[in-house]
Each structure stands twice: as C-alpha cells, then as structure tokens.
C-alpha cells in the first residue's frame, strides 16, 4: 500500500515542484487561514489524543504552528533560492560557481506522540514548499492529531497525491517507507529506533535527518535570578508531564544557592495541581516504564525531595524532584521520559560542565545567570544542539532557530533556515566565461611547459616575493594555452 502512494506521489511531485514558489506559498496560505480558524479545536483534539493540558497544545504546539507557517512562507523562497558561491582562487579566475537547491522528490515523515501536531506540522510545510511531496505518519496513539493535520493540508488544494496521511504500526512505518522507495525519512523517536531505521537505510544509502532523546542539563550559578530559573525549569522539566526530548532532567546547582534553590523548587513542586499545572502521562505504559526508572534510583539511594499532590489513577502521575543521585542511577545516564528533575549540588562551573557533558545525549541544555557574558561563554561550550540562557526547552518553537543534537540525540536539523535546506539537495554549477576558450591548462597533450607552467602558478600562489617575480613569465607563457587549438 505505501509503495502505491508512494508512486503517486512521484508523478504528483513533478508537477508541484514546476510550479514558481509563489503559487506553491499561495496554496499553503489557504491551509494557514484554516489553521487560525481552528485553534481551539486542534488544541482540543490535542489534549483528548496526546493528555496535555489545553493550556500546554495551545502554548507549545498550536502558536508554534501558527509561527512556522508563517516564517516558512516568507522566508522559504530566500533558503531555496539559488546563490553565487564567493572567494575563487587565482588559478580559477574564468570559473564561476552557483549553488543550485533541488527538492529531494518524496519525503517520509514519521512522528512521535508527545508533541503529535507541531513536530510533523513544520516539517510538513517546509517539505512541500520546498517543492516535495510529502508521507506523513504519526503515532498510533495520537490518531486524531494526524487525522487534523490532513484536514489543515487539504484545504490548501494540493494535487492529488502529492500529500498523504497514512495509519499503520509504528513498527511496520518505517521499513515501509525506506522499502516503498522514499528520497528521504525524517524521524521523531527513541534513539534504539533511530539506529534501526539507520541500519534499513544503510543499503539504499537514504538520507535520514533523525531527531531522537535526550536528558538535558541545566546550570544555575551562583548569580542566578533563582525564583526566574526555578519557575522555567519547573516548567521546563513538568510542562507536557515531563515528557519532552528537550526538557531538562538534570539541574547542576553551585553549592552556595543549592539549598536556597532546593527549597524553591520544592515550594513550587508541591504547589502544582493536577488537572491544571499538569496532565497525564499520555499512555499507561509509559508511566510504568518512568516509575521503573524511579524505583531504580530510589533503589540505589536516590531521596525524593519534593512531590506534587496527585491521585495517581489511571495515567496521572505526580512531578517529582531527586536529590542524591549519583551517575550509576537511569536520572544520569537514561532519558527519563517523565516528569522527574534531579537536583545536584556543584563546586563551580566547571564540575556543572563535566557532569553535563557526561552524557551520551545533546540535544538541548541551558545556562540560568545574570551574567550575560559568563553565561554565553559557559553555553557556548556545553555539548548541546541548542542552548538557552535564562530558558529552557522553549528554542523549538522559534521556527527561526534550527533544532537538533549531537551524538545519542540525533543527526541533521529541523526548523530554521537549516532545517528547510534538509528539504533541499545541494547542486553546485560551475561555467567558465571566458569566450572562445579552447582548453584548460591541464588538458592533454602533456609537455615540460605545461608542468613548468603550472609549478610557476604553485609558486605565485604559495612563494615569497622573489619567487613570485620569477614565476611571472612562465605563468603568462602557459596562460595563452587556453586559446591554442
């Protein structure tokens, strides 16, 4: 089934990627009016598919749409267009080179269930304004969220074919789309399954752009605003019940705000009220795989330090903080897909980067100081795709900001200018203008000029002034050779 649509979706590309941008943006625009006329119901569908708050769909995933679409229409055709490449070599004086960007024909998208309906959506408009056609697979427990993303894009009138929705097992998605013959997989998920669609892609040598875990470190300083970077971390850490790939999990506090700050976070975590602060898990079984993770730490030593009030029935779960966590527990080494923070207490700067960088993950990290200049320098070295400062897990709805991580997180980039170009193949054109040009210098029949004459342009190229003089007449003797017959 999904080769068939695949199929279909190559003859409609074709077309569509004819097509001048304009007219390309002009359709979405019609797919954006019904974007804003839907707000509260796609916020809706949201929350009853996904368990977040209406709050948290309307904040984190509705408004971000809203952005991207916005930001991609206006800004797609400057990152398609084609530009002039600058800064060629002396030797290459009659070349010119142009990049030239392509659309990669059809493009899998498979998404994930936390934030089922901005992750795919963004990619979704970049991928058919740059001139692709589009699969799109969304979790199976999300359903209704792909359903309305397909509505949304109907409206645009696209040629038929050119997008589909499909609904299938996730386990069945990815083999199908990589064997189905698409150009390129973007996927949102778990690391392990990352690596297998790694491991199908391999032998087609398919481009992948993988967007995968993490378990992000936050560093507050000694100079901190602390009520500030409690209140984002708590937000940053709860917000969606903690179950985002770039909320924080790990928070590195310098010892002489340590128990301040603790306190804080503990006053806030205890004020969080079920059914309003925070929702549910989204399934059963991934509370049951977080409690795990818990239940291992606790084992090892782990302190709960603060606890917010829930019932715990069906899917709830209550916010907690950890303290006395040592890097053998899952807090530290696994992603805790949760609402879970874990607090330690660091000698200085230094420590807080070790410890953070002690990860096999990096998608995303923040530096909490009023030191703006302290905190760049320290962000700048913190091995993370995307840094904030004074924030936290926000920079994905920037649609301006590229988002992605380094090694067990993922690889490429989505949103920005970056993530539109993975929408794009890269082409390079070089034309020589010079008229009535009959061969290069290094073009048969070989002869000792020849080789004379291209060690003198070495020499003008890489030789002290003297040697550069006694190269000269040798370089204009061989430069002639472009007009011989």
């Given at each position: 089934?999904?080769?068939?649509?695949?199929?279909?979706?190559?003859?409609?590309?074709?077309?569509?990627?004819?097509?001048?941008?304009?007219?390309?943006?002009?359709?979405?625009?019609?797919?954006?009016?019904?974007?804003?006329?839907?707000?509260?119901?796609?916020?809706?569908?949201?929350?009853?598919?996904?368990?977040?708050?209406?709050?948290?769909?309307?904040?984190?995933?509705?408004?971000?749409?809203?952005?991207?679409?916005?930001?991609?229409i206006k800004n797609g055709r400057k990152f398609a267009r084609s530009r002039a490449i600058k800064g060629r070599s002396l030797l290459m004086f009659n070349k010119t080179s142009r990049t030239v960007f392509k659309p990669y024909g059809v493009v899998g998208?498979?998404?994930?269930?936390?934030?089922?309906?901005?992750?795919?959506?963004?990619?979704?408009?970049m991928a058919l304004l740059a001139g692709n056609a589009v699969i799109l697979k969304t979790a199976s427990v999300t359903p209704n969220v792909g359903r309305m993303i397909a509505r949304i894009v109907a409206d645009a009138d696209l040629p038929e074919g050119?997008?589909?929705?499909?609904?299938?097992?996730?386990?069945?998605?990815?083999?199908?789309?990589?064997?189905?013959?698409?150009?390129?997989?973007?996927?949102?998920?778990?690391?392990?399954?990352?690596?297998?669609?790694?491991?199908?892609?391999?032998?087609?040598?398919?481009?992948?752009?993988?967007?995968?875990?993490?378990?992000?470190?936050?560093?507050?300083?000694?100079?901190?605003?602390?009520?500030?970077?409690?209140?984002?971390?708590?937000?940053?850490?709860?917000?969606?019940?903690?179950?985002?790939?770039?909320?924080?999990?790990?928070?590195?506090?310098?010892?002489?705000?340590?128990?301040?700050?603790?306190?804080?976070?503990?006053?806030?975590?205890?004020?969080?009220?079920?059914?309003?602060?925070?929702?549910?898990?989204?399934?059963?079984?991934?509370?049951?795989?977080?409690?795990?993770?818990?239940?291992?730490?606790?084992?090892?030593?782990?302190?709960?330090?603060?606890?917010?009030?829930?019932?715990?029935?069906?899917?709830?779960?209550?916010?907690?903080?950890?303290?006395?966590?040592?890097?053998?527990?899952?807090?530290?080494?696994?992603?805790?897909?949760?609402?879970?923070?874990?607090?330690?207490?660091?000698?200085?700067?230094?420590?807080?980067?070790?410890?953070?960088?002690?990860?096999?993950?990096?998608?995303?990290?923040?530096?909490?100081?009023?030191?703006?200049?302290?905190?760049?320098?320290?962000?700048?070295?913190?091995?993370?795709?995307?840094?904030?400062?004074?924030?936290?897990?926000?920079?994905?709805?920037?649609?301006?900001?590229?988002?992605?991580?380094?090694?067990?997180?993922?690889?490429?980039?989505?949103?920005?200018?970056?993530?539109?170009?993975?929408?794009?193949?890269?082409?390079?054109?070089?034309?020589?203008?010079?008229?009535?040009?009959?061969?290069?210098?290094?073009?048969?029949?070989?002869?000792?000029?020849?080789?004379?004459?291209?060690?003198?342009?070495?020499?003008?190229?890489?030789?002290?002034?003297?040697?550069?003089?006694?190269?000269?007449?040798?370089?204009?003797?061989?430069?002639?050779?472009?007009?011989?017959?």
């Amino acid at each position: 089934m999904v080769s068939e649509i695949i199929v279909k979706a190559r003859a409609a590309q074709r077309q569509w990627e004819k097509l001048p941008y304009g007219e390309k943006a002009k359709k979405l625009k019609k797919a954006a009016r019904f974007l804003g006329r839907s707000v509260d119901e796609i916020a809706r569908v949201i929350h009853e598919d996904n368990g977040k708050l209406a709050l948290d769909a309307l904040a984190t995933e509705v408004l971000p749409a809203i952005l991207a679409m916005d930001f991609y229409i206006k800004n797609g055709r400057k990152f398609a267009r084609s530009r002039a490449i600058k800064g060629r070599s002396l030797l290459m004086f009659n070349k010119t080179s142009r990049t030239v960007f392509k659309p990669y024909g059809v493009v899998g998208i498979i998404s994930p269930w936390n934030y089922p309906f901005a992750i795919p959506f963004s990619e979704v408009i970049m991928a058919l304004l740059a001139g692709n056609a589009v699969i799109l697979k969304t979790a199976s427990v999300t359903p209704n969220v792909g359903r309305m993303i397909a509505r949304i894009v109907a409206d645009a009138d696209l040629p038929e074919g050119l997008f589909a929705y499909v609904e299938m097992p996730g386990k069945e998605a990815g083999p199908a789309f990589i064997e189905g013959g698409i150009d390129k997989l973007f996927f949102t998920g778990s690391t392990a399954t990352g690596r297998e669609l790694m491991a199908l892609a391999t032998p087609r040598l398919l481009p992948l752009v993988l967007e995968l875990g993490g378990a992000d470190a936050a560093i507050v300083r000694a100079d901190a605003d602390l009520d500030r970077a409690a209140a984002g971390l708590i937000w940053a850490g709860f917000s969606n019940a903690g179950q985002s790939c770039g909320g924080v999990q790990r928070v590195l506090v310098h010892r002489s705000v340590f128990a301040l700050f603790l306190e804080k976070l503990r006053g806030l975590t205890e004020n969080l009220h079920e059914g309003v602060d925070m929702g549910p898990m989204t399934t059963l079984k991934q509370k049951q795989t977080v409690q795990r993770q818990i239940d291992a730490c606790l084992a090892k030593g782990a302190k709960i330090a603060a606890k917010s009030q829930s019932t715990e029935d069906g899917n709830l779960m209550p916010a907690m903080i950890l303290t006395d966590v040592t890097d053998d527990m899952p807090i530290m080494r696994e992603e805790i897909f949760g609402p879970v923070l874990a607090v330690i207490s660091v000698n200085d700067d230094e420590e807080a980067l070790r410890i953070a960088n002690s990860s096999a993950y990096g998608l995303t990290g923040s530096v909490w100081s009023r030191n703006r200049r302290a905190a760049r320098l320290l962000a700048a070295r913190v091995n993370a795709g995307a840094v904030m400062i004074n924030d936290h897990l926000m920079s994905h709805g920037l649609a301006e900001t590229p988002w992605g991580g380094f090694g067990d997180s993922g690889l490429g980039k989505t949103h920005g200018e970056f993530g539109f170009r993975e929408m794009l193949k890269a082409q390079v054109v070089v034309d020589d203008f010079l008229p009535a040009v009959k061969r290069n210098l290094w073009w048969q029949p070989y002869s000792e000029r020849v080789y004379a004459g291209i060690r003198a342009i070495v020499e003008l190229l890489t030789g002290g002034l003297l040697s550069k003089i006694k190269a000269l007449p040798s370089v204009l003797r061989i430069f002639f050779r472009y007009w011989e017959k």
